[in-house]
């Protein structure tokens, strides 16, 4: 078990943590799955306030304890944590997508037990927010024949919700960067969420990398990088004299579609591509403009809006893992935003008075 407060001795399971709901008229937020904080620090850019966040990465944890320390961030197994009684008035999470076993099953709330979909479905139970978002990768929408997406719809809406889901790209809301998501949405109390409007500007790279400061990163070998540094920006593998193509390709040469992403030099004047926990695996090159070598930490940070004195903890593979796995802040403002627009409707709160709240061990 895992301490909430570096003192098991306020509970024997070792998970109870007490924290004020406070006086601020902010809306309180719980975010699961947090990560390395960027859709925390989006949801804070929008005047939100999140008292309580979880994730079972250590690192992800005590990035988001170094950078905000009065943040409420608990680095713990969601399974062994009960949000009864919690008061909250939203419930965000970016829980791993996960398949279900569809035979012979009603698929219900009780049905998801054992996926961590069933974890955040378990927090709305509990916790009755008025709105929860949970943010997940595009390509749910396609998931088991769009079946898995359909079940959570349903278990979602079962809690008394009314649910919606779009997919957007962080490219419209201010982000370097094409990357989509899918954020499904729920609402009671006769609250109304809508999406946030694409901005009209779109960022490329030269916008948010140019004057970023050295920092650890990956590095080629010499003979990875005799050959990527014959690839042009905008380009990729397609570059390359055809016996380098089936060296560096391999067996990817003879495939089908799907393998522009290798050997990709991004060029100022596009966006990046979606980055993933690895800048420099084959199938997910992002090489640098000018330099033959992936993005650096601070590079991939940079891309994904977070700010220049948020520190990540950890070793460089673990950097590079919680960054790319992250909501990039511009997107998470901008959902931030929506979600403090349906909240502020005239006449739809009562107050928010000093309650005292606690996380506690499930039985």
Known sequence: MYSMLGNRQTNINGFTNYFSMGESKKHKVIELFAGAGGLAIGLENAGLDTVFLNDNDKDCVATLKKNKPKWNA?????????FDGIEADVVTGGFPCQSFSHAGKRLGFEDTRGTLFFEFARCVKEVQPKIFVAENVANLERHDKGKTLKVMLDVLTDLGYDVQYKVLNALDYGTAQKRKRIFIVGTKDGLEFTY?????????LKDVLKGVSDSEGYSYTARRKEILSRVKPGGSWTDLPIEMQKEYMGQSFYS??????????????????????????????RIHPEETRPFTVREYARIQDFPDKWEFVGGTASKYRQIGNAVPVSLATAIGNAIAASLNQENKLQPQTKTEVSVKAKN
């Open 74 to 82: 608990v680095h713990g197994d969601i399974r062994e944590l009960s």
């Open 196 to 204: 946030p409007e694409p901005v009209k500007e779109k960022k490329v």
């Open 256 to 285: 089908g579609g799907g393998r522009r992403g290798m050997a990709r030099r991004i060029s100022w004047d596009e966006p990046c591509l979606t980055l993933t926990t690895s800048p420099h695996q084959k199938q997910t090159d």
